[in-house]
């Protein structure tokens, strides 16, 4: 074991373009680190096998559901590839898409950001708009699906209005965010779209499960907490930071967030940086989405946010390629048990047991999910926003079932190389990752290119 002194600009690949603002930063402070004689970070010839191809294995509902389950799954699924418009729907003032699956569509509706943006090619803003956008770099066509925070703020800005689209009332005129000076600020960063697959088994895993895995003795200075609901103070699991409780809040927020369309449980519109936009840009009144009390159906009456959490409840957890040391390949199986030995499983729990649930197909299940549900200190890849008690730095443990067919890693999408999202996650030594990928530097190639094969496998 020696001591060496690496200068932070070294610890990531530079010749790549989503790094550049990072390393603007790093490359100001040098860290001491101990580690072994290996190279700092995996070496030439390794390749990210990229995205799996074959059956999506995903987008189905979980086996063992009633029959009346299913309808509202089915349902659920209809409501969540609707798109919204301005007449009918409420779309807006002020938007990021136009539908639910648009966001989460990879490999299969409920997943995340497809390769081709349709933010950019959807036709779904006015085109001086997304011109704005384009010009600026802030989206791309072949690029993820984003939404832009402000760090100064915390929240969400969207991107886009409903002047010029068909059916916007002729009096509202409002614009966009000035995108410009707060990307010349540094005040600006990005989040994608996170899957849902599975999500009704986290939905149902018990406070217990989550707080023993957190109090266990953990190695490689990996840390780690809960975030919690300010009102009850239950765990909270979904988004980025694990800062929504339920599906239920997930879809509401969203829908209003990402959309536009307010909602029974968001019921104001949003305006744009806390001021109202006019109430002629209000095409049908508030909340646009509501029980509807008359319905002669059953699932007629449900609201969309109810049946977007139906759908994303029912949603069952992605299927890997093969089953390790089952029918994996010699590769796949020994990748497995490294991902274990370098401490990745640290963070990434391979899997955690629901609790009883009254929908049978969700009791007492495993949930093979890779994560803890916890929220870390990444420390230079945090992004300056606090959500709950997750800090500025910190970030839920991404769960990384479905791994192998996503395109866009990281909570900004920055990249679609698996080998640069794991650099990313020990930028400083500030980083809870930090040990834990020195280890998986210290591996060989062959062995490093073998925990590549594994997770492109889940």
């Known amino acids: 074991m020696r001591i060496r002194i690496i200068n932070a600009c070294l610890c990531?690949?530079?010749?790549?373009?989503?790094?550049?603002?990072?390393?603007?930063?790093?490359?100001?402070?040098?860290?001491?680190v101990a580690q072994t004689a290996a190279p700092d970070f995996p070496q030439q010839g390794l390749k990210d096998p990229g995205v799996r191809g074959g059956a999506a294995g995903a987008g189905g509902s979980f086996s063992g559901l009633t029959a009346n389950q299913l309808e509202y799954f089915t349902d659920g699924q209809v409501r969540f590839q609707e798109i919204d418009n301005v007449p009918n729907n409420g779309l807006g003032p002020r938007f990021n898409l136009n539908q639910c699956s648009g966001c989460h569509a990879q490999p299969a509706v409920g997943g995340s950001s497809p390769k081709s943006n349709p933010q950019v090619n959807g036709n779904v803003a006015p085109a001086n708009q997304v011109n704005n956008l384009v010009s600026l770099h802030l989206i791309d066509a072949n690029g993820p699906i984003r939404e832009i925070r402000f760090p100064s703020d915390g929240g969400v800005h969207d991107l886009f209005t409903i002047t010029g689209l068909p059916g916007a009332p002729a009096g509202c005129q409002i614009s966009q965010p000035n995108f410009a000076q707060h990307l010349s600020q540094g005040d600006l960063i990005f989040r994608i779209p996170t899957p849902t697959f599975g999500a009704g088994l986290i939905e149902a895993i018990a406070d217990e499960t989550i707080l023993a895995?957190?109090?266990?003795?953990?190695?490689?200075?990996?840390?780690?907490?809960?975030?919690?609901?300010?009102?009850?103070g239950t765990i909270t699991r979904f988004g980025w930071k694990a800062q929504n409780k339920s599906l239920q809040i997930f879809s509401g927020e969203a829908y209003n967030v990402e959309m536009g369309i307010s909602n029974e449980l968001f019921q104001q519109e949003r305006g744009e940086a806390g001021t109202p936009d006019p109430a002629v840009c209000r095409t049908i009144a508030t909340p646009n989405d509501k029980t509807n009390f008359d319905s002669t159906t059953t699932t007629g009456v449900l609201n969309d946010v109810s049946g977007f959490s139906d759908f994303m409840r029912f949603l069952d957890q992605p299927a890997p390629a093969c089953q390790v040391n089952v029918n994996c390949s010699n590769s796949i199986n020994r990748g497995s048990a490294l991902f274990q030995q370098v401490g990745c499983a640290t963070c990434h729990t391979p899997s955690m047991q629901s609790d009883t649930h009254p929908v049978a197909a969700l009791s007492n299940q495993t949930a093979n999910l890779f994560s803890d549900l916890l929220v870390h200190n990444m420390g230079q890849l945090g992004d300056g926003v606090t959500q709950g008690s997750a800090g500025p730095n910190e970030f839920r443990t991404a769960p990384l079932w479905g791994l192998g067919q996503r395109v866009y890693f990281l909570h900004d999408g920055r990249t679609s190389d698996l080998l640069q999202a794991i650099d990313a996650h020990a930028l400083t030594g500030q980083s809870e990752a930090f040990q834990v990928i020195q280890n998986f530097n210290a591996l060989n190639n062959p062995q490093q290119q073998d925990i590549l094969s594994f997770l492109r496998s889940l």
Not at 21 to 27: D, H, T
Not at 213 to 232: E, L, M, S, W
């Open 213 to 232: 895995n957190q109090n266990a003795t953990k190695p490689f200075g990996i840390t780690g907490h809960v975030n919690r609901n300010g009102n009850d």
């Open 12 to 32: 990531v690949r530079c010749s790549a373009r989503w790094l550049f603002p990072v390393i603007a930063m790093a490359c100001f402070a040098s860290i001491a």
